[in-house]
């Protein structure tokens, strides 16, 4: 399984994330979601099926949960943080289940 992984910073806090995610359903296609504390706001790090599979929950899922949080916190939303992508080894889970692309 290919994998389309990728690192993110935005600036926000944790509260506005509570917000957002409050608002969000089910993703297809994402493997795992962090949610990471840095010193000016998150960073996340995300690993999905597929770069569509990303790209359809973004258009679908997450930016319309995400606007209306920024406005309401007079956040001018100028478009996506730049994502730095990953090179994905392993993605390994607590039960013992491994992924490998």
């Known amino acids: 399984m290919p ?3 990728w690192m993110q910073d935005v600036p926000i806090t944790a509260d506005m994330y ?5 608002g969000m359903g089910p993703m297809p296609g994402l493997v795992v ?3 990471l504390r840095t010193e000016t706001g998150l960073r996340y790090l995300d690993v999905w ?3 569509e599979a990303c790209d359809k929950a973004f258009e679908t899922v997450v930016h319309p949960a995400v ?3 920024l406005q309401k ?3 001018n939303p100028p478009g996506e943080p ?3 992508p990953i090179s994905v080894l392993e993605v390994r889970f607590a039960d013992g289940t491994c992924l490998r692309p």
């Open 3 to 5: 994998f389309f992984a």
């Open 73 to 75: 916190h007079g956040v």
């Open 82 to 84: 730049p994502r730095t």
């Open 33 to 35: 979601h962090l949610a």
């Open 67 to 69: 606007y209306p949080v």
């Open 49 to 51: 099926e597929s770069e």
């Open 18 to 22: 509570d917000e957002i995610t409050a």
